[in-house]
């Protein structure tokens, strides 16, 4: 390996450019691999629920294809020669184009609730396998052929087409959210990528030509790759280098959207921004000279990295902190991975065989996230273990610690063994039975812990150049802060395809004592009380006092038998309201919130407070609701919302249709719109527009009187199919005319989950209820 190989700065100067063909397939066959993606994930996103575990699946099957992709062309450089190569590939790309158009196929029926993620890994091969792994193909191949055909003209080395891949890449995934999504129809969406495709066959079949004919002008030339006659051989260790580089950035890249999506929302949006600076590291890492350098980006790493570690237990106060602490260090993180991986290139002669240990790399890294990681954890530990893991990317691996080291990790420990005795239960009843001076107790322990992180933080910041030191300091902050946040953990967590449930237990002494909670991420999704004196007593969501409750007391008020469906059952809660003479069917896509809720040792509202039938029907709502009869429903209560990772197909002028024909001509259709970070009224009030239903509007907020989980506020718009069905509450001063329909609907082929998001930072509806009340 030659110096200009293994640093950038010291390339040698370009000579002629790179034939304009060559560009022009790399960039095209790049974008067309990464605009595929959100777009199949978001046609099948709708059949498993809107899980954010669904992106993470679909990315660990594109990185499987990818490398099917990149064995394929490391293979395919068996052929002697250049001109025979890119022959078989067209003819590859001429078959894989009938499994066009684009499509999800129905081959595997509906979604298995026991093995989703086998099935979605299925329908992604049926669907889309082929016309991937072909187009992925492409970047590695098209360098590896101007290599083979331009290498002894003193031209520019084959790396730089591997920026202008990575530049389609990035901007196709830009395109999607901000041009494509907004725009474009998913029927539109489908069949404008298939005649695309059909576009770089004849792309394709061009560079072919050229290539025939300079192939045939230059007796050997496409022999092998000429651009050093005596190429070093590539070792497993550097191999195996290559595959941990690589696996990091994947791993983290499927960590961070998880993490992400699951309290935001599982959209494109959200999907896209982590890959597309995945991307941008690798755009920066290969330019000869970086935009940012390694130093720079080594010290940004550890500070962010330090920064995201202590205060991953605990979260941020607003979605755009959330994204700002995470996004910027999966980026350094990815980009000083990149950068090592950059240093430690082959010569071009072994250039498949660097790419294919690069996808190696990727495949290990998503794999572990998406297949392995839910398997053996029950929460979502991966994420931090990896961020753990980036620390051992230093520039410096010393075995015997300096005296100056030594020191810091004395100190190190001090800080972790001060923090750990500060939130001890020991250290708590200390306090409370002798104050610390005039301070609380909670003051006192945060004071304490919070130095003990501070001083852990600032010497792994002076460490940050060598890898173990730096490593156990992270290891160790990581560590203190989980310990920190324990006091307030939930005492048993279970993890499926669909997310982490956590359960906890809190003391509430207006609800007679003990409290318990399921939440999902940091949303919570029902309590009960375990006294016996509120155990049957609705709580948060469904109290009688919120508008969710006004709605089952008026319905049970007119009628002696009323039949409910309600779509996501969390605790059960409305179990509570169900006499004897009235049914309820639960739908709810997660087995294990089944499992939870019906165990009358976690909660009783099914099994104790209900005197009436409870069903349950697992699946997609959607699905499985499409199979009920019409007409059948008093309510059809949609309280999917309140987790912060909608499913947003649950919100289109479709699904609403859909709810209206399966409640009664009197029915309610209960939709609980509450989210911290999408304003969802106004797209909820343009699909009941345009559904052909009629809408009112209660924005609910508790007295200030109510014990803790007693009550709590929400947003609750209720759809009837005529005035008629809702003039009761129309009379009633706490319902609203929903607002107009001044957004557009959202559809099963058009939704705009930025636009919501937008529209809860500038406090849409929040100003618009305040003028209507103020109006009435």
């Known amino acids: 390996m030659t110096t200009a190989d293994t640093d950038p700065r010291s390339a040698p100067a370009p000579g002629p450019a ?43 099957f594109f990185q499987a294809a990818l490398l099917v992709g990149y064995g394929y062309a490391h293979l395919l450089q068996k052929v002697p020669r250049a001109r025979d190569q890119v022959l078989i590939h067209l003819g590859v790309m001429i078959l894989a184009a009938a499994m066009l158009p684009l499509r999800i196929t129905s081959l595997l029926g509906d979604p298995s609730v026991d093995q989703p993620a086998l099935w979605l890994l299925g329908v992604l091969a049926l669907s889309i396998g082929a016309p991937f792994a072909a187009l992925s193909a492409t970047a590695p191949l098209v360098q590896a052929w101007h290599a083979r055909v331009h290498g002894r003209e003193g031209g520019p080395q084959p790396w730089a087409l591997y920026a202008a891949s990575n530049l389609g890449s990035l901007l196709a995934l830009l395109a999607y959210p901000l041009v494509i999504e907004p725009t474009l129809a998913l029927g539109d969406q489908r069949w404008g990528w298939s005649g695309l495709y059909l576009a770089f066959i004849a792309i394709m079949a061009a560079l072919a030509v050229q290539i ?101 237990p605990f979260g941020a106060p607003n979605v755009l902190m959330t994204l700002a602490i995470h996004l910027a260090t999966f980026f350094l993180c990815a980009l000083v991975c990149h950068q090592a991986l950059v240093a430690r290139r082959p010569d071009p002669a072994h250039l498949t065989d660097f790419y294919l240990c ?34 051992l990317v230093r520039p410096l691996w010393p075995l015997r610690p300096t005296r100056r080291e030594l020191i810091l990790l004395a100190i190190a420990a001090a800080g972790v063994g001060l923090a750990l005795i500060a939130v001890s239960d020991s250290f708590w009843r200390l306090l409370q039975t002798h104050p610390a001076g005039s301070l609380p107790t909670a003051d006192v322990i945060k004071v304490l812990s919070s130095a003990g992180v501070v001083a852990l933080a600032a010497c792994g910041v002076l460490v940050r150049a060598r890898a173990l030191p730096f490593f156990l300091c992270v290891v160790l902050l990581a560590f203190t802060a989980n310990a920190i946040d324990a006091r307030a953990d939930a005492y048993e967590s279970r993890r499926s395809f669909f997310g982490v449930v956590h359960l906890t237990d809190t003391a509430v002494p207006g609800l007679g004592g003990p409290v318990r909670l399921l939440s999902h991420g940091t949303t919570l999704h029902g309590a009960q009380a375990l006294s016996p004196g509120h155990r049957c007593r609705p709580l948060v969501y469904y109290a009688p006092e919120t508008p969710i409750g006004q709605v089952f007391r008026r319905a049970q008020a007119d009628h002696a038998a009323i039949s409910v469906a309600a779509v996501g059952l969390g605790t059960g809660a409305v179990a509570a309201y169900v006499r004897p003479a009235d049914r309820l069917t639960f739908f709810e896509i997660d087995p294990q919130v089944v499992a939870i809720s019906r165990d009358p040792a976690n909660f009783s509202y099914t099994t104790e407070c209900a005197r009436g039938p409870i069903d349950y029907v ?82 609910y907020v508790p007295s200030p009187d109510s014990a803790t989980y007693e009550e709590s506020g929400e947003d609750v718009m209720i759809v009837g199919r005529n005035r008629a069905a809702l003039a009761a509450y129309a009379a009633d001063p706490r319902w609203l005319l929903s607002p107009p329909p001044t957004v557009r609907p959202w559809t099963d082929d058009y939704t705009n989950l930025v636009g919501a998001m937008i529209g809860n930072l500038d406090g849409r509806r929040r100003d618009w ?3 209507q009340e103020a109006a009435r």
């Not at 059948?632 to 024909?661: K, M, R, W």
């Not at 009197?666 to 527009?689: M, Q, Y």
């Open 618 to 699: 697992l699946g997609d709502a959607r699905l499985t609701l499409e199979k009920q009869a019409e007409g059948l429903y008093d309510i059809l209560l949609v309280d999917a919302f309140s987790s912060d990772a909608i499913p947003a197909h649950l919100l289109t002028v479709e699904a609403l249709q859909s709810y209206l024909a399966r409640i009664k001509p009197d029915g309610v259709v209960i939709l609980h719109l509450s989210n911290r970070h999408l304003e969802l009224v106004f797209p909820a009030a343009s699909a009941a527009k345009a559904a052909g239903g009629y809408a009112l509007f209660q924005g």
């Open 769 to 771: 209820q305040a003028a």
């Open 212 to 312: 025939r004919r300079q192939d045939a002008g230059e007796e050997g030339v496409s022999s092998g790759p000429p651009l050093t006659d005596q190429a070093a051989g590539v070792t497993w260790r550097q191999r195996l280098t290559w595959i941990a580089l690589a696996a990091l950035p994947s791993s983290l890249m499927l960590g961070v959207t998880l993490h992400l999506s699951t309290d935001v929302a599982s959209a494109p949006f959200l999907w896209v921004a982590p890959l597309s600076l995945y991307l941008l590291t690798f755009i920066i890492a290969f330019q000869t000279r970086p935009l940012i350098k390694p130093a720079v980006a080594l010290m940004l790493m550890s500070t962010a990295l330090i920064v995201t570690v202590a205060t991953l």
């Open 358 to 391: 690069m996808s190696i790399g990727g495949v290990a890294g998503g794999a572990f996230n998406a297949f392995i990681a839910p398997a053996v954890f029950e929460t979502v530990v991966e994420y931090g273990a990896v961020l753990c893991l980036c620390a």
């Open 18 to 60: 790179i034939p304009w063909i060559y560009v022009l397939a790399v960039f095209c066959g790049a974008a067309m691999v990464f605009m595929v993606q959100p777009m199949v994930a978001k046609l099948v996103l709708p059949r498993l629920g809107g899980s954010p575990q669904v992106w993470n699946t679909s990315m660990a």
